[in-house]
């Protein structure tokens, strides 16, 4: 065989170079796309009818005792049994009766692995610390359009988010302590932000500019961020951020909501006292279906392997603080550790924001469009056994949505487990 002609090698070489730097944008590309997981089946085995509830318990401003990601390192994984009767649920119904429905799941070993994080980063306290990096979303222009809009207050005092056009995802913490149903949850409502038309009631001529306006909201967000970045920078240089921080609301009349009752309520098993021991709160997270829906947009539920990894490494969520009665409260910070289903992260909150979404932003695969979706429920404030003696300290914890958690909330809301089939 005679020798391979130059124009020939520097043709190899040069698809070589082109093959390579396509595969490395991909791969670029990849870290900003939602993953495509499929998800095992959950299926309803039998309902049966429970006694009414008592309704007798109180929301808590603070959880106690859960066991946290170091506490649930030392527990052995959840057999199929286990996961099976953490997952049966109970729903409680707008008359107050109940129902307890177990559930079986399938195609659990076909789901691909769920990685397991062991990040021993330090961590920081919930309560705001240093400068409050919380954003009052006071102008009903922004409160009133998504993403914000798609945030609703509970009226047990927690804060949830619309996933459907008539159901909402929240803390299970914020409908049932572990042990009974809480005071108000027989006359459970949804408050969203309502805005006051100029117009009148007709209110016409709005639907023209909602692409517009939701364009607007998206860098509504980046704004805020790219302000936090330069109030950090300009604190180091003149070391008081008053006026900076006026910025951060603005004032267009008290907030108003247009409230909603709650048809139907469901809540994990897995939540419940003495079902799932260590892992009661990989569970904190309830479903509310609305008697009627409202008009506006709602966010998909999506799943991520890990939120550290991402490039930004960034979370997002909205809520109604209590020290910001009747406010939208906004906020966006880093994960500082991550588990199977928990996270803990950075974000300055207050109580009343919890059951908020949390959510990121990603591109939907083979498109250039970016896609929020919401990957877990902030569960605030808890003080978290760290060590398995009796030692606490507080974090500020949201459960993620995992693929099993997927299955399971998307059959709540749509009632067939064909539907839910990939995240």
Avoid at 85 to 104: A, I, P
Avoid at 176 to 200: A, C, W
Avoid at 332 to 348: H, I, K, M, T, W
Wanted: charged residues 30%.
């Amino acid at each position: 065989m005679g020798p391979i002609p130059l124009s020939v090698l520097l043709l190899v070489t040069v698809l070589t170079v082109v093959v390579a730097v396509a595969a490395e944008e991909n791969t670029i590309d990849d870290k900003y796309t939602w993953p495509q997981w499929k998800v095992p089946l959950v299926r309803k085995r039998r309902t049966v009818p429970l006694s009414i509830p008592n309704f007798s318990a109180h929301p808590q401003p603070e959880l106690s005792g859960t066991c946290g990601i170091e506490c649930q390192r030392r527990l052995p994984s959840p057999s199929l049994n286990d996961l099976e009767q953490f997952l049966s649920y109970e729903t409680v119904y707008e008359n107050g009766t109940r129902t307890y429905t177990s559930v079986s799941v399938h195609g659990l070993n076909e789901v691909t692995a769920w990685p397991r994080n062991r990040s021993t980063s330090s961590r920081r306290k919930r309560e705001v610390y240093g400068t409050d990096t919380r954003f009052t979303i006071a102008d009903k222009q922004y409160s009133t359009k998504y993403p914000f809009s798609t945030s609703v207050k509970i009226s047990t005092g927690c804060s949830g988010v619309l996933v459907s056009p008539k159901h909402v995802l929240t803390a299970a913490h914020c409908i049932h302590d572990g042990k009974d149903y809480l005071d108000g949850v027989q006359k459970l409502r949804v408050g969203i932000l309502k805005e006051k038309s100029r117009r009148g009631k007709g209110g016409k001529g709005r639907g023209k500019e909602k692409g517009k306006r939701r364009k607007g909201n998206k860098d509504k967000e980046e704004a805020m961020e790219k302000e936090e970045k330069g109030e950090k920078g300009e604190r180091k240089g003149r070391g008081k951020g008053k006026k900076i921080r006026s910025r951060r609301s603005v004032d267009s009349g008290k907030p108003s909501f247009r409230w909603t009752r709650v048809k139907q309520t469901q809540v994990p098993k897995g939540w419940f006292k003495g079902v799932s021991n260590g892992l009661a709160a990989d569970y904190d997270y309830a479903v509310l279906e609305l008697k009627r829906a409202p008009k506006v947009n709602y966010m998909d539920l999506g799943v991520i392997p890990s939120v550290k990894k991402l490039p930004a490494g960034r979370i997002h969520f909205s809520g109604f603080d209590d020290d910001r009665p009747g406010n939208l409260v906004y906020r966006f910070c880093s994960v500082s550790d991550e588990s199977n289903d928990l996270l803990y992260q950075y974000c300055d909150a207050k109580p009343g924001s919890s059951g908020s979404g949390v959510y990121i932003r990603l591109k939907e695969p083979g498109k250039k469009k970016w896609k929020r979706k919401i990957i877990g429920v902030f569960s605030g404030h808890q003080w978290v056994d760290v060590n398995g003696d009796g030692t606490q300290q507080d974090y500020n914890v949201a459960v993620r949505i995992t693929p099993l958690k997927y299955a399971q909330i998307c059959y709540w809301v749509h009632g067939d487990s064909s539907e839910c089939q990939v995240a």
